[in-house]
């Protein structure tokens, strides 16, 4: 799979959703780097440098692969990096998985929604994804609400390796 030429992906009405570059690193820690962004995300603690570092290592070998995976979130009017949205394929599952998050200066804004569902409409326009999951704790119910705004349905439950439960929705492209 071909990188893409331009690093812009989409654009929406506030964001620019553009590859990871290596110089995200700051940005990438000042959200993954935080306690209370992270309460959601993973394990729920917070990344290092070096593991911010290798996110950008592994998303490039994922674009390399796959043709997309994680992206930085610009907010237009500022040209800063807020936060970053992509779809993965952690552990190396079959269907690609929507992932998201902010800087929580940027909570609440309705940003989450509009990144996700632009992703989610590349990825079925750009690669013929029909098929995309999202997963969250049972307990996250803001990323609920941003799942059923983007139409996606709830559906059984997994168990992750910690063995705690994990919500899983899905989201189907339109015919």
Request: aromatic share 6%; hydrophobic share 45%.
């Amino acid at each position: 799979m071909s990188v893409p030429e331009s690093p812009t992906l989409i654009t929406t009405e506030r964001l620019v959703v553009r590859r990871l570059l290596p110089n995200d690193v700051d940005a990438l820690l000042a959200v993954y780097g935080d306690p209370e962004s992270m309460l959601w995300v993973g394990d729920g603690q917070p990344l290092d440098r070096a593991a911010c570092e290798q996110w950008v290592a592994v998303t490039e070998r994922n674009v390399a692969t796959r043709g997309y995976g994680m992206s930085a979130m610009v907010e237009r009017a500022s040209g800063a990096v807020i936060g970053f949205v992509g779809l993965v394929h952690p552990g190396g599952q079959e269907l690609p998985e929507l992932k998201y998050a902010l800087k929580r200066t940027h909570w609440g804004l309705g940003l989450a929604t509009e990144a996700a569902r632009a992703m989610l409409a590349w990825g079925a326009e750009r690669f013929g994804l029909s098929t995309i999951i999202a997963t969250i704790a049972p307990e996250n119910d803001d990323s609920r609400r941003i799942l059923i705004k983007l139409g996606m349905t709830e559906i059984e439950p997994r168990l992750d390796d910690d063995g705690l439960p994990t919500c899983v929705f899905r989201w189907s492209a339109p015919e």
